[in-house]
């Protein structure tokens, strides 16, 4: 049982034999209001298998979408076996290859101190392969299953043409080359995505190093339009459509954090708060204040810091960046699992992730950043 609801339970307890503590015991619930609470419905064949029948992957996921597990893993580490990605060994090591791909995708996405445009778009590039999906879309026909990169159709029936999604190919194009590179060592375009996305924001000085698991399945065919939000939507619309994805209003406050290393393409050069290459808290200050003037602010991000149901959860955020990594490390796990049923049958690949890199400082960075090379 979580702290917040056996405290809660607890004092009602208390307040039916004490009727004088019912104002704290309110106070408590509006303090339980203030704080994130984690989406917690369960996935793919997490909803039905018991816990008996999960395997050691099948148990941390299912803690970890149930929000009592540790989505962050900061002391995991691996060392490849000597003989290079084509030895036995390796091979022989599901994770090993991971390592070789996760030492490429560092040195694209953190680079002067800072994390790279390139970075910036494997985040986002995670978020749209996965988020294309609800709970009533049939199995194999949505979420993270590397179709944003993979459908070849004409028109819209190749994700990449979609408008959302057309900026993102300058990385695209990175992940397809990467892909080409490794696909012989059994990886996916599914898992590659997600595992990009994780190494990009844990890339960011100040990132989280998220849990990663392994195992997708590649979708070759485009997913369904419609299942994202735009720049334009009100709060309503926005959490009505990610709780279909079972992710809560909390969730969503969590998840949009990452525009904290956004660099947006309606207005060439400016960022969504002061600091992009850093994963930091300024995001959510500087989206709700009339300074700095020169960043761009998502109409849908200044609905959802302002809705009451989303905004005391924005609020904590402004202040509280342990309680926003843990968050968003769950909740983005969560989204990169949305669509695969076999989620007990996934592998864990944490400990090939990257260190988390010490917090730069690079002078040149924003003029850089300005002209669009990083």
Known sequence: MKATVLITTLFSSFAIAHPGMGGVLEDIKQLTRRQFQPSTELLGDLKTLPNNALST??????????????????????????????????RADRCCIWKYIAN????????????????????????????????TTPVGQGGADGSLLLSNGAGNAKEMNRGENAAMAPTAAILISWWNTYKNYGVTMADLIQFGAKVAAGSCPGGPRIRSFVGRVDNPNANPQGLLPGPGSNASFIITMFGAKTIAPGGIVALLGAHTASRQTSVAGVSQDSTPGK???????????????????????????????????????????A?????????????????FNDINGMVECTKVLPAVPTRGHDVNFLVRFIQGQQ
């Not at 941390?60 to 009592?68: C, H, N, S």
């Not at 709700?288 to 991000?301: A, H, L, M, Q, W």
């Open 323 to 339: 309680a926003w990594d843990k968050a968003y490390a769950g909740e983005y796990i969560r989204m990169s699992l949305m669509g």
């Open 104 to 135: 490429d995708m560092r040195a694209v996405f953190l680079q002067n101190g800072q994390c790279t445009n390139a970075a910036r778009q494997a985040i986002r590039i995670g978020f749209h392969d996965a988020a294309t999906w609800t709970k």
């Open 57 to 90: 992957t099948g148990a941390a996921v299912k803690a970890i979408l149930q929000g009592t597990g540790n989505p962050i893993d900061t002391a995991s580490t691996y060392t490849a076996p000597a003989g290079g990605r084509d030895a036995q060994a390796c």
């Open 279 to 321: 994963w930091d808290l300024t995001y959510f200050s500087e989206t709700t204040s009339s300074t700095p003037t020169n960043i761009v602010r998502f109409p849908s991000d200044i609905n959802i810091a302002n809705d009451p149901t989303t905004s005391p959860v924005w609020n904590q955020f402004k202040t509280n960046k």
